[in-house]
C-alpha cells in the first residue's frame, strides 16, 4: 500500500522544517503543492518529481496527489501547518474511492507561531485564529467571529488579511475590533516570515485600521495585557514579575 | 554578546523538532527546561549542560537561563512552541537588567498542531486555543472566552484541561459550550502525543462531558462543520466536493 502525506513545511525556509518533514518528504517519490512553495523547497529535493499548481487548484492538486499515491509514496506540501487552512481536511475530503491509500498528516510550524516568534511572544495566552479570506466562508460569518473574539479579550491572530478582491477587509475587521478592544492595543505585522525579505513592525489598533496588507502579512492583534517591550510583543501569561 | 534562545522543542519526539531547534540547541552550552522536558531530549544532546527545575518554577527558572546567557550561549526549552502558553514572554518580560543577553524565540510545532496532526485535521478553519488552567487566569474570565468562542463557532482546542485541584473544570467548560454547540458535536482526545503511548480517541461533545482528562491531553472540540471520516477528524475550509 503506497502512502499519502500532507507534509507542513513550516514558513518557508528549510531550516523551519520539522526533522519529520524533511524525512517524510526525502522518503516520497512525487511531491505535489501550490508552485509558490515547490519553488521554495526545489532546492533541497532537487531529486524528486515535483507536481506543482497555482492558486485555487486545490482541488484538482489533492486529486492528483491521491491518483499518484495509488502507487507511489507521495506528499502534498502545504506552507506552515499541514491542517490550518491547509490541505489535509481536502485530502481526507476527497478520498473516498482511494482505500488503497493510507493517509498521514505531518504538522509544521504555522504562520501565528513562526510570526509570533518573529515579534516576541504576542500568543503567550488564549488566542484566536481567523482568517479574512471570504472566498470560502460567508463573510458575516468572519465578522461575527472578530466581533466575539474581541469581546473574549483573545489575542486574534489574522490569516489572508488581504487580497485584491477585499482590500478593505482589515479595515471593517479593525473597525470592529475597535469596538472591544482600545485604539492602543498593541498589533504586530509579520510579512515574508523565515524569507530573505522578513519584515516585521509593531503599531497600534488604530494605526492597523490604515495599514495596507498583502496576502503574505500575518497579523497580531493583543489582548488587554499585551504591551512592548524592548522592541517585542508581549503577551504575559501571568506569572506575576 | 551572548544569547539566550528560547526553543520551542515541539511534542516530544526527536522527529518533530525543527532544525533550527536541533541546530540551536547543538550551538548553546546551556540547556534550561522543566525536568520532563529535559529528560525527553537529553539522549539527543548527552554533552550538553543541562538545568532543571520542577512545575511551578517557571520564574527561578527564567533567571536561571538569564543569568547563564550573560557568558554563555543558553537554551530555555519549552514543550510544542516557544511562545504559546510558554516561556518566550516570560523570559522578555524577566530581562529588564539584562542588557548584554541577546534574546531569540525558535518557534516549534504546539500541541494544536502536532494533536491536529494525529486526529486528522480538526483545526481546517478560523479556531480558538484555550487553557483551563486557573492558576494564572482568573476562571470567569475563562468560562467567558469558552462561552464566546462557543457563540463565534470556532473549533476549541483546550490546553490544560485538568488538574489534581480542578478534576470538574472540563465537565463544566463542556455545559458551556452545550449551550452554544449540538451535543453530537465531533470532538477529538489527545493523548502524550509524539510519545511511546500516544492515544487519541474521537468522541461527541456529550461523551467529552464526562471524560477523564489529565494534564497530558490536549481536547479539540469541532465547529458546527466537523465531521467524522474514515477514523478521521475534519473541518471542512469549504471547499465544494
Redesign the interface.
Known sequence: MAKLFVV?I?PG????????A??TINNCDVIVGYTVYCEIIKPYFSDKKFISSGMRQ??ERCMTALNFAQNQNTAVICSG??????M????????DNFDNVD?N??????AA??G???L????????????LSD???PYS??Q??IK??S????IICIYNPSSKNRSDYLKKACDIMLKYKKEDTVCGIVKNIGRCNEFKTIITLSELKNYSADMFTTIFVGNSKTYL??G?M??????I?
Open positions: 507542513g513550516g525556509d528549510y531550516e523551519q522544517m520539522t526533522l519529520k524533511i524525512n486545490e482541488k501547518d499541514a491542517g490550518v487552512y491547509a489535509a481536511g481536502l485530502i481526507i475530503e476527497l478520498s493517509i498528516i505531518i504538522p509544521g510550524v504555522t507561531l513562526s509570533g516568534a518573529v516576541g511572544a504576542p500568543l503567550g495566552h488564549d488566542f484566536a485564529v481567523i482568517s472566498l470560502l466562508t460569518v468572519i461575527n467571529r466575539l473574539a469581546q473574549a479579550d483573545f517591550k524592548n517585542f508581549v503577551t504575559p501569561r501571568g506569572y514579575v
